[in-house]
Every structure is written in structure tokens, then in C-alpha cells.
């Protein structure tokens, strides 16, 4: 049995890390409002985009740029986002557990995050670049992301790209998901956000009327480029309202985790001082009635 000192020692060293996972709580909460806030403003951006080019593509006829060449190899890219730091949760474990499932052999990554360009060098897994980006994420940062992977697709090196990342829900729930980044394949106008946070229109339902100069397909030539860039822009904003989300959550419950063992260890501290202390009275009264 653990005596007196030690369970108040133990108290001692849960109400500190206590007030260190409150304060912890406290910065991710602050942060999680301002990350919340830019990927839910994002979202319109990218779902006027995706109008504006799907009635480009309505009206392109037969299209062609090199980013929309569909090739039979099986070889890919993966922009991995993650996390710098972790004290979140399982996001992290849900995106690596996804991202573990490519073959090994035709895969590569392109890691954002040090969590996952930890990953795959512990995991031996072929790297072809690591980038790191802010708690606000800057849009020069997405764009050198997605010129890297565009670069590896018009050079051939890889037939497809996709990428892994946190989509956030809200505050409680955000989910690993994988999109496909390259070949471009058909755009289709969004009600809001990206595919996954808004409902799919046919284009047939589109109901505004967008005169094009030049044509649709040179503005596609030009606009496909900046689409990519803001997908993965868009990406970010996404991975970092989750990752705040994740910790805020993640330190509110180990705060509370703590706060419970505090109380049960004070109970037991007070029972076993209790039990000491009658223990002592037993002896006393049993050594003045052995004296008479």
C-alpha cells in the first residue's frame, strides 16, 4: 500500500500537469476559432471556382491540357499533411493508418507536417520532398506544395497524385480523407466547398451565365494551374482548423482526466490517513488499558 507522502506527491504532480494541459487547451481553443473561421471562409472561394469551371468545361468541347492527361501506370504521389506537433488525439493515427494503406513499392510522398515525414522515414518509405507550413497557413506555401507535385506529373515521374489530409466536420469530428489532386478529372460545380463539404450539381443545374474572353479553353490553360494551387491551399486550411480542433478536445479531456484522479487519490489519501489514525488510538487505548 502506497503510503501518505507518495499519493501526495502523486496529487501534487497531476495538479501540475493539469494546470500545463489547461493552459495548452486554452492556446488550441484560441487558435481553433481563427483556423475554424479561414477554412469555412475557404470554402465559398473554392465552390465558386469549381462553378466557374465547370461551366468552362461545359463549354470547351474536347479540351486537352497535361494536366488532365489520364496515363495506365500505376505509379503515384502522395501529398501527406499532417501535424508538426502531436498532443491531438488520433488524428494523426487515422491519417497515417490511411496513408499506410499505398503500396510501397509504386508510392511516394510528399510530406507536409514533420509527423508525417517522421512517419516515412521510420516506415522506410520513399520521400521526395518535406515542406512545412504555418499555423495560419500561406497560400505561397500551398502553391510550392502543388508546383512540386505538378512538376512530378509533367515530368512523368508519377501517373497520379493524390492527397491525404483531415477534413474538418466540426469541432468534435474531423476525418482523414483522400482526394485526387492529378489528373485533373471532370470539374463539377459545387453548392459549397470542396467535394466532400457540399452537394454535387449536375451541370445542367447551373444556373448562372458566364461569357468567356478568351475562350473556355484558354482560360482553362490558365486557371487549371491556380485551381490546383488552391485545392491544396484549401487542403491546408482544412488540416489546421482539425489539428486545433483535435488538441483543444484532446487537453480539455485530459484536464478533466486529471481533475478525477486528483479526487480519487484524495480519497484515498484520506482514507489511509484515516486507517492511520485509528490504527493509533487502537494502540493507545490498548497500551492504557494493559497499564491498568
Not at 492529378?182 to 459549397?192: N, Q, T
Not at 492511520?276 to 493507545?284: D, G, N
Amino acid at each position: 500500500m502506497p503510503s501518505t507522502r507518495d499519493i501526495r506527491r502523486r496529487i501534487k504532480s497531476i495538479k501540475n500537469t493539469a494546470q500545463i494541459t489547461k493552459a495548452m487547451q486554452m492556446v488550441a481553443s484560441a487558435k481553433m476559432r481563427k483556423a475554424q473561421q479561414a477554412a469555412l471562409a475557404g470554402r465559398a472561394y473554392a465552390a465558386l471556382m469549381n462553378d466557374v469551371l465547370a461551366a468552362a468545361v461545359a463549354g470547351a468541347g474536347s479540351f486537352r491540357h497535361p494536366l488532365t492527361e489520364k496515363r495506365p501506370g500505376e505509379r503515384r504521389a502522395v501529398i501527406l499533411i499532417s501535424t508538426d506537433k502531436g498532443l491531438c488525439g488520433a488524428l494523426n493515427t487515422n491519417l497515417l493508418r490511411e496513408a499506410g494503406r499505398f503500396d510501397k513499392e509504386t508510392t511516394v510522398f510528399v510530406c507536409a507536417g514533420r509527423k508525417a515525414a517522421q512517419w516515412a522515414g521510420r516506415l522506410k518509405r520513399e520521400l521526395a520532398a518535406e515542406f512545412t507550413y504555418k499555423d495560419s497557413p500561406q497560400f505561397a506555401e500551398a502553391r510550392a506544395i502543388s508546383k512540386f507535385a505538378q512538376q512530378l506529373f509533367l515530368e512523368g515521374k508519377v501517373d497520379r497524385v493524390d492527397v491525404i489530409y483531415t477534413n474538418f466536420i466540426n469541432t468534435l469530428s474531423q476525418k482523414a480523407e483522400v482526394r485526387q489532386l492529378l489528373p485533373v478529372g471532370d470539374i463539377k460545380a459545387l453548392e459549397a466547398g470542396l467535394e466532400g463539404n457540399g452537394a454535387t450539381k449536375e451541370l445542367g443545374g447551373v444556373t448562372r451565365e458566364y461569357l468567356f474572353e478568351p475562350g473556355p479553353a484558354d482560360l482553362l490553360g490558365n486557371l487549371l494551374p491556380h485551381y490546383l494551387n488552391y485545392q491544396v491551399f484549401q487542403f491546408l486550411q482544412e488540416a489546421k482548423a482539425s489539428e486545433h480542433s483535435a488538441r483543444m478536445v484532446a487537453m480539455k479531456n485530459a484536464t478533466d482526466n486529471a481533475k478525477q484522479l486528483v479526487k480519487d487519490l484524495t480519497l484515498e489519501y484520506n482514507k489511509i490517513r484515516q486507517a492511520s489514525i485509528t490504527k493509533e488510538l487502537l494502540e493507545i487505548t490498548s497500551a492504557a488499558m494493559a497499564m491498568g
